[in-house]
Nanobody
Framework: QVRLVESGGGLVQAGGSLRLSCAASGRTFLTYFMGWFRQAPGKEREFVATINWSGSTTSYADSVKGRFTISRDNAKNTVYLQMNSLKPEDTAVYYC????????????????WGQGTQVTVSP
């Protein structure tokens, strides 16, 4: 089994920054594709960013491109989401996801999920 635990969420003013962390269990993290997704109240879970096993390939939603950076440290079994220039519309619960073979921006393609961390951006 894979366990994912997010941390780093909080309250920040618009224009500020936060860095989210996702700690993953198991040596298989070395080969897992990882993603960040978010969900605001009353809305569907949406893609934010993904990263492949080596960290060489990343993808971003248009809404966060240029502001967010996904990265991973396989030695620490951790994936990060650096969020800069935050906007009120970024407010959501942010989820870390993992899958052994996904190359996808769709939540349905990921098998493992964390419990989420709240990010609130005040105007």
């Amino acid at each position: 089994q894979v366990r994912l635990v997010e941390s780093g969420g909080g309250l920040v003013q618009a224009g500020g920054s936060l860095r989210l962390s996702c700690a993953a269990s198991g040596r298989t993290f070395l080969t897992y594709f990882m993603g960040w997704f978010r969900q605001a109240p009353g809305k569907e879970r949406e893609f934010v960013a993904t990263i492949n096993w080596s960290g060489s390939t990343t993808s971003y939603a248009d809404s966060v491109k240029g502001r967010f950076t996904i990265s991973r440290d396989n030695a620490k079994n951790t994936v990060y989401l650096q969020m800069n220039s935050l906007k009120p519309e970024d407010t959501a619960v942010y989820y870390c996801a993992a899958d052994p073979d996904a190359r996808s921006a769709f939540p349905r393609d990921y098998d493992y999920w964390g419990q989420g961390t709240q990010v609130t951006v005040s105007p």
